[in-house]
């Protein structure tokens, strides 16, 4: 897979999970086994505007090179980000917050931080043959 590529989806997601979470956030969050009050709507509409948010910066970089200097300070940010987010959810699962649905998430950003692991180690090879 290229890095654009991996760019794409990353963003797809975002942008897909971003809109469910600011139209349908009560559903959404049924499908996990969390109900919501208003505040709670209101937070989880938030969450999705930032998802929203980094779908438009991995759009945006879907068309730049591997050998960009701004792509690995990007993959490590989205490393802590995801691994964050790993732990939460983790947490939050073993804890009985949610229903199983919570596993996916989990998945999710397991996969996210292997996949930005694995293309820092691209675009540093990138850098070095440039």
């Given at each position: 897979m290229k890095l654009s590529t991996?760019?794409?989806?990353?963003?797809?997601?975002?942008f897909i999970f971003g809109l469910a979470f600011i139209i349908i956030p009560a559903q959404v969050g049924t499908f996990y086994g969390i109900t919501h009050n208003t505040g709670g709507i209101w937070v989880t509409r938030y969450w999705g505007a930032t998802l929203i948010f980094l779908g438009m910066i991995y759009w945006s970089y879907s068309s730049v090179s591997p050998a960009a200097k701004s792509w690995?300070?990007?993959?490590?940010?989205s490393?802590?980000?995801d691994l964050i987010q790993l732990v939460l959810t983790l947490t939050a699962v073993l804890n009985g917050v949610g229903n199983s649905n919570g596993w996916s998430s989990v998945g999710l950003y397991a996969l996210l931080i292997i996949g930005s692991a694995y293309f820092l180690g691209v675009c540093r090879k990138a850098r070095e043959q440039a």
């Open positions: 991996f760019a794409i989806i990353v963003a797809l997601l975002a690995p300070k990007l993959l490590v940010f490393i802590i980000y």
